[in-house]
Nanobody
């Protein structure tokens, strides 16, 4: 297993930016894809974006494409989610997740492709 701890959430005005970080410990981080998901109040958790094991391939939900960027630093066992031009509808608890299988083929859109999850970090965007 891998333990994941997110940080960087907070309150921001619409149009602002936040950078979320997720630090991993446990199994070999650099072998697994990482994903970001979010869950707004009263809604199901949804896919935000994913990055492959090397960091060379990323995919994003249409709702965040062009505004959010995922990156990873395998030397530091971290994955980041840079969020720009935030909108009130981006308000949610954001979770990072680690893939189930090493060197898994992309894209990994669904929760079933991920085995380990962080505790989440709250992002609130005010209008």
């Amino acid at each position: 297993q891998v333990q994941l701890v997110e940080s960087g959430g907070g309150l921001v005005q619409a149009g602002g930016s936040l950078r979320l970080s997720c630090v991993a410990s446990g199994r070999t981080f650099s072998s697994y894809a990482m994903g970001w998901f979010r869950q707004a109040p009263g809604k199901e958790r949804e896919f935000v974006g994913t990055i492959n094991w090397s960091g060379g391939i990323t995919y994003y939900a249409d709702s965040v494409k062009g505004r959010f960027t995922i990156s990873r630093d395998n030397a530091k066992n971290t994955v980041a989610l840079q969020m720009n031009n935030l909108k009130p509808e981006d308000t949610a608890v954001y979770y990072c997740a680690a893939g189930k299988r090493p060197w898994d083929s992309m894209p990994l859109f669904t929760e079933s492709n991920y085995r380990d999850w962080g505790q989440g970090t709250q992002v609130t965007v005010s209008s």
